[in-house]
């Protein structure tokens, strides 16, 4: 199997999603992220840096290594499903606000916790990702200290390339507590930062999460704009989704044009949304690693229609749980029915079949002599082994087709 040797690496092998942590470690003025031709957001070496240097990337980075909640994490109650790992407890829940819910993708649930820790002065502020106020089409990570800078900069989906972690050094230095609200693997990463950095667990109390479909490339919003005959530098608004569930995708032009198009029209058929590789080998879209991990309840995976939006939860600690209850109790979320581990499976069957098929996948990797993410505790082995011959061999033979692309 390939080694990887420096950054390039595991970009040119699809590995790298963009997440920043290199960039938090090194500095701006070692690595630099920018948006290549392909739509993705990738680092690159500006000044050398050591060896050493590099060994703490590859401790942390999520295109190399990925583990599920640590042992520490794991509470003697919780329950535990092949697919979905260790959670404590299921449920619909969603923002009490009806602006927060209305804005929001689905129900605003991650919103509406960032804001009862900010109010209830649990945390400084919540590191997560917005709006390029600049550059609406793209996204930034944000350090947000109160109700206005968290709700007012599009803290909703943000479905292209973003970093929501080139700020993580930036926030543990500041010393303060606070929250971080990203994709599944960002929190991998900041797991394994723990590790080595005695900060992180001290100062970072909150790890909440979405279930994720895959980081698109860039150029899935460019060909979205330019069906309308609008370029980036014309924008005012750029919105994938909310102001209802799902909402529809929404642009304004700074001349007051505007335009959008239903949510399921955007998306279509799974293979064009021209999902990251890395995405398509991911051992963890559904934050195993999390204190909380919200996802849309979409009977079947899709959206037929509109509603108020509901979240679910899956809680996965005990942090996570005391969280809940006492936003609930505080008036900032609303916690609904209690939910099936069947109705997380009907809910988010892409993530089921992902789940079942990534071993084979890295297998086929490692077949073509590439390199494949160091996994720990994420059962996917176990569930290889619990599929038809037949499945495995597509998953393996598929995979390097899809590399062929990158």
Not at 4 to 18: H, T
Not at 130 to 147: A, G, I
Not at 280 to 308: F, Q
């Given at each position: 199997?390939?080694?990887?040797?420096?950054?390039?690496?595991?970009?040119?092998?699809?590995?790298?999603?963009?997440?920043?942590?290199?960039?938090?470690?090194?500095?701006?003025?070692?690595?630099?992220?920018?948006?290549?031709?392909?739509?993705?957001?990738?680092?690159k070496e500006i000044n050398k840096i050591t060896p050493e240097t590099f060994n703490k990337i590859l401790n942390v980075c999520p295109g190399v290594i990925v583990e599920g909640l640590p042992k520490e994490q794991v509470d003697k109650n919780a329950n535990h499903d092949l697919i979905w790992g260790y959670y404590l407890s299921l449920y619909y829940a969603w923002s009490t606000d009806e602006k927060i819910r209305f804005e929001s993708s689905t129900g605003g649930l991650l919103n509406g916790l960032s804001?009862?820790?900010?109010?209830?002065?649990?945390?400084?502020?919540?590191?997560?990702?917005?709006?390029?106020?600049?550059?609406?089409?793209?996204?930034?990570?944000?350090?947000?200290?109160?109700?206005?800078?968290?709700?007012n900069s599009g803290s909703c989906s943000r479905y292209g390339p973003a970093s929501p972690l080139d700020k993580f050094h930036r926030s543990l230095n500041l010393n303060q507590p606070f929250a971080f609200v990203g994709k599944p693997c960002d929190i991998s990463a900041i797991r394994q930062l723990s590790k080595s950095d005695e900060r992180v667990n001290k100062l970072c109390k909150y790890l909440l999460t979405l279930v994720c479909g895959g980081s698109t490339e860039f150029t899935k919003s460019q060909d979205f704009i330019?069906?309308?005959?609008v370029k980036e530098e014309e924008l005012s608004?750029?919105?994938?989704?909310?102001?209802?569930?799902?909402?529809?995708m929404y642009i304004k032009t700074?001349?007051?044009?505007?335009?959008?198009?239903?949510y399921n029209s955007f998306w279509g058929e799974e293979s064009t949304w021209r999902v990251h590789f890395r995405c398509?080998?991911?051992?963890?879209?559904?934050?195993?690693?999390?204190?909380?991990?919200?996802?849309?309840?979409?009977?079947?995976?899709?959206?037929?229609?509109?509603?108020?939006?509901f979240n679910a939860a899956i809680v996965r600690t005990q942090k996570g749980l005391d969280l809940l209850n006492?936003?609930?109790?505080?008036?900032?979320?609303?916690?609904?029915?209690?939910?099936?581990?069947?109705?997380?499976?009907?809910?988010?069957p892409h993530q089921v079949k992902k789940k079942k098929a990534v071993y084979a996948r890295l297998k086929g990797l490692q077949k073509a002599n590439l390199p494949t993410i160091k996994i720990e505790r994420l059962r996917i082995e176990e569930l290889y082994k619990l599929n038809s011959k037949e499945f495995n061999q597509k998953e393996e033979a598929g995979i390097a087709s899809r590399f062929k692309k990158i």
């Open positions: 199997m390939t080694n990887i040797n420096n950054l390039s690496d595991i970009v040119n092998n699809g590995l790298c999603i963009g997440c920043g942590i290199c960039q938090s470690i090194t500095g701006k003025d070692k690595i630099e992220i920018s948006l290549s031709s392909k739509g993705r957001l990738e680092p804001l009862y820790l900010l109010e209830s002065k649990k945390v400084k502020f919540i590191l997560h990702t917005v709006t390029d106020p600049e550059k609406p089409m793209r996204s930034v990570s944000k350090l947000s200290y109160n109700k206005d800078e968290l709700l330019e069906s309308f005959k608004i750029f919105r994938y989704r909310g102001y209802g569930n799902p909402g529809r700074k001349d007051g044009s505007e335009y959008d198009r239903e398509k080998v991911c051992p963890d879209a559904i934050g195993e690693s999390s204190d909380i991990a919200a996802l849309d309840t979409w009977r079947g995976g899709s959206p037929k229609d509109e509603d108020e939006g006492e936003a609930a109790k505080a008036g900032y979320i609303q916690i609904g029915d209690k939910l099936k581990i069947e109705d997380i499976n009907d809910f988010q």
